[in-house]
């Protein structure tokens, strides 16, 4: 019989920081994921309700019509590679 110790890592706790405070119509806006654990982002992935998808760490994105829009962040964190989700 042999047994093993290990330790499961939560999900990465991330939110979305919008840099510019333009958010007009037609004007760009631009985001920054950040980590909230003090653990740095390897690998972003922004998705836009156009269905554009982006990987950059900072994204500048215009917006055509007005109205609540919903961006989605999916990034890898830390050296285990713990992926965390924000809207």
């Known amino acids: 019989s042999i047994s093993k110790s ?4 939560p999900k990465a706790s991330i939110d979305i920081l919008r840099i ?3 958010s007009c119509l037609n004007n760009s806006v631009q985001l920054k994921g950040v980590e909230l654990g003090g653990q740095k ?5 922004w998705k836009f309700p156009d269905g554009t998808q982006v990987t950059d760490s900072i ?7 007005g109205g ?15 992926a965390g989700e924000t809207h």
């Open 6 to 9: 290990f330790v499961v890592q």
């Open 68 to 82: 609540t829009k919903e961006v989605q962040l999916i990034a890898t964190v830390g050296n285990l590679n713990c």
């Open 20 to 22: 510019n405070n333009d």
């Open 41 to 45: 982002i390897k690998s972003y992935l």
């Open 59 to 65: 994204v500048t994105k215009r917006f055509s019509t």
